[in-house]
């Protein structure tokens, strides 16, 4: 079971594909479970982004010292659908 992992992700279901933007260190869910939920992402396009540090949510994307490149990991996923 996966822990609290809506707390934790970044989690986009836009006409069945996802992107998963997460941190290796942020306190709610782990690496492994990070990958759990990919893998039961029912869809065959998706992507999952690790970043260093303990940010979590829309800090990723707005707040981190890398928000820029999480941003591009976004978009670029949301571009090639």
């Known amino acids: 079971m ?7 992700v970044l989690l986009f279901d836009l006409r069945g594909f996802r992107a998963l ?6 306190g709610y ?7 759990a939920l990919e893998r039961r992402a029912g869809s ?3 992507r999952l982004a690790l970043f260093s540090g303990g ?3 829309w800090d990723l994307v707005e ?5 820029e490149r999480a941003s591009h990991v ?3 996923f949301l571009r090639r659908r």
């Open 29 to 35: 869910v782990s690496v492994e479970e990070d990958q």
């Open 44 to 46: 065959a396009y998706k």
């Open 63 to 67: 707040l981190t010292p890398y928000h």
């Open 55 to 57: 940010y979590h949510g």
């Open 74 to 76: 976004l978009v670029d």
């Open 21 to 26: 933007l997460g941190s290796r260190e942020d």
């Open 2 to 8: 996966l822990s609290r992992a809506g707390f934790r």
